[in-house]
């Protein structure tokens, strides 16, 4: 038996070394959604190195500005089918946007998939939602309330923690288009405030009656000073 070793060793070896060269392939969702979020690893987001806080008012402060940077459908919708598979998503290709993580109206990179989404219209935290958070933050990077750095981090980060301090009644634009001013008068998100209570206290991620008490663990919103 020993004499035969020598060869069942090799067979072993070459087993072995052909398996460490085989590639396995990548699992149709690659890529995992948590409510709503797109995966981090999928997509991190990019910004547009054209944009900078120094000309905000010669780019995206520029009404129809995103238009002129907007990638064509022809682009964005094979993308958008390979990103469905890449996370696993079904259906029609109409039930989801292809959005940009960073919107093109506070600076996101046009065509960079690391910046491209299928992110579904499905209600809660759909894409729709999400819109109206893009205006928002584009109003007050605009208006010198917001550093162009602060609302590019925020988006990317959780935009679903800004979400509650968006009034409900806001009507979105076109995705990723520049949204309509919002009146000084609301409260909005601003340097990292995802609502701030001017007439109230703050609780959670929200405002109450400086008379309440609060049982909210702390959140995202805060005091006005």
């Known amino acids: 038996m020993s004499k035969h070793l020598p060869l069942v060793w090799c067979f072993a070896l070459a087993a072995l070394m052909l398996s460490a060269c085989i590639t396995p392939p990548l699992s149709?969702?690659?890529?995992?959604?948590?409510?709503?979020?797109?995966?981090?690893?999928?997509?991190?987001?990019?910004?547009?190195?054209?944009?900078?806080?120094?000309?905000?008012?010669?780019?995206?402060?520029?009404?129809?500005?995103?238009?002129?940077?907007?990638?064509?459908?022809?682009?964005?919708?094979?993308?958008?089918?390979?990103?469905?598979?890449?996370?696993?998503?079904?259906?029609?290709?109409?039930?989801?946007?292809?959005?940009?993580?960073i919107p093109l109206e506070v600076g996101g990179n046009p065509t960079d998939p690391n910046n491209l989404w299928p992110e579904p219209y499905a209600e809660p935290n759909g894409a729709?939602?999400?819109?109206?958070?893009?205006?928002?933050?584009?109003?007050?990077?605009?208006?010198?309330?917001?550093?162009?750095?602060?609302?590019?981090?925020?988006?990317?980060?959780?935009?679903?923690?800004?979400?509650s301090g968006v009034p409900a009644d806001t009507t979105p634009s076109s995705s990723d288009e520049e949204a309509t001013p919002t009146p000084a008068a609301v409260n909005t998100p601003t340097q990292g405030c995802c609502k701030v209570c001017t007439t109230g206290k703050a609780c959670g991620n929200g405002c109450i009656s400086k008379s309440d008490t609060c049982h909210q663990p702390p959140g995202c919103a805060c005091n006005a000073n």
């Open 28 to 101: 149709t969702s690659a890529c995992v959604s948590i409510g709503g979020l797109p995966d981090r690893n999928c997509t991190p987001g990019a910004i547009d190195p054209r944009v900078t806080q120094d000309n905000i008012h010669q780019t995206i402060c520029v009404s129809g500005y995103t238009t002129t940077v907007r990638p064509p459908t022809s682009y964005t919708t094979p993308l958008k089918v390979k990103q469905m598979t890449a996370y696993g998503w079904t259906g029609s290709t109409s039930d989801y946007e292809e959005d940009h993580l």
């Open 128 to 163: 729709r939602d999400k819109d109206r958070v893009e205006n928002l933050l584009h109003s007050r990077v605009c208006s010198g309330q917001m550093t162009l750095a602060d609302a590019q981090s925020l988006i990317a980060t959780n935009w679903e923690a800004l979400e």
